[in-house]
């Protein structure tokens, strides 16, 4: 009895390994993105970077924190979004010094305390619109947070 309750033991703990080494720092992203994290994990913030490992491109970015510097503006609001189970609105944003790139932007509440500002860019609207697909499948339910 003692060797089945010692074994049992030992696979829940390896379960509990395996499942706590799939929580990570940045949101999960679609299982046929193609995409890869490139995280970078500050004093206050994590941010994710979303590349393309064929070509090396960002396809969009994720900082998570507990005050974004981000602040809407409403007459820059373009459509409404949903991530995460969340609404939300997309935002035209600036890039300066780069002419024909469109920024969009947007803030997603991840619990009392973190926000997720969630910014892409495009040179089509082919390219925003993959883009903001992507940024709308993500999920934030495994994101470790690592800036308490």
């Given at each position: ?7 049992a ?20 992203l ?21 590349i ?13 924190t ?6 809407p ?76």
């Amino acid at each position: 009895m003692y060797v089945k309750t010692l074994l049992a033991t030992a696979v829940l703990l390896v379960a509990g390994a395996a499942q706590a080494q799939s929580v990570g720092t940045c949101p999960t992203l679609p299982a046929n993105s193609g995409l890869a994290w490139d995280t970078l994990d500050g004093s206050g913030y994590t941010f994710c970077k979303a590349i393309r490992p064929s070509d090396g491109q960002q396809v969009l970015a994720v900082m998570i924190t507990t005050d974004s510097t981000f602040r809407p503006r409403r007459p820059n609001r373009l459509q409404e979004a949903r991530i995460d189970g969340g609404e939300t609105w997309w935002y035209r944003g600036e890039l300066s010094g780069s002419t024909g790139t469109e920024v969009r932007e947007t803030q997603v509440e991840i619990d009392r305390r973190h926000v997720a500002h969630i910014s892409l860019r495009g040179r089509t609207e082919e390219e925003l619109a993959h883009a903001m697909s992507l940024a709308e499948a993500l999920r934030f339910d495994d994101v470790r947070l690592s800036i308490n």
